[in-house]
């Protein structure tokens, strides 16, 4: 049986999304994150997932006409590195999309944790000028975070 890193779509029209998987929280602790997929032009990618997870808490969202994905959430505790170096409040975050023949591995950071953000010890590898790739945006009551494949604006990835 294919998995997604062995198939190059369409594979998840057929086996996802699940009922409520984008959803890991709720109440009034519960975050909304937002955003899109955008390929390296900025057209949305239409076929594509996004899975976010750190401490207890999984969700997963399949992206719509506009590229758009969305998650509920609580903000994560800050974790140590295998070395015990603490990290940032942060959500690592899978993306699953056609022509990707394995999934890319990226972090969502919290723009209120500026001073945390900057002692982190893997926000602190990166460029600084490609730093803010990484980090959500507040826009009212939701965070925004869109993911940019390829192009001027790429989001960072991380080997895995």
């Known amino acids: 049986m294919p998995t997604p890193s062995q198939t190059v779509g369409p594979f998840f029209g057929f086996a996802l999304p699940f009922p409520g998987d984008a959803g890991a929280a709720a109440g009034d602790e ?4 937002e955003g899109q997929l955008l390929d390296g032009e900025g057209a949305p990618v ?3 997932v ?3 997870w750190q401490d207890d808490q999984f969700a997963r969202c399949r ?5 758009a994905y969305h998650f509920t959430v609580h903000k994560p505790s800050p974790t140590p590195e295998s070395d015990g170096i603490p990290t940032a409040s942060h959500l690592n975050v899978f ?3 056609r022509g990707l023949l394995r ?3 990226t972090r969502i950071y919290f723009p209120d944790e500026e001073a945390a953000n900057a002692a982190d010890p893997v926000l602190s590898r990166v460029d600084p000028g490609r730093r803010a790739t990484l980090v959500a ?3 009212g009551a939701v965070l925004r975070f869109d993911v940019h494949l ?3 604006d790429e989001t960072v990835f991380f080997a895995h």
């Open 137 to 139: 945006r507040r826009d």
């Open 46 to 48: 239409v076929d594509g």
């Open 95 to 97: 993306v699953f999309a």
């Open 103 to 105: 999934h890319l591995v």
């Open 50 to 52: 996004l899975e976010v």
């Open 150 to 152: 390829q192009g001027a």
């Open 30 to 33: 519960a975050l909304r994150i």
């Open 63 to 67: 992206t719509d006409a506009e590229g």
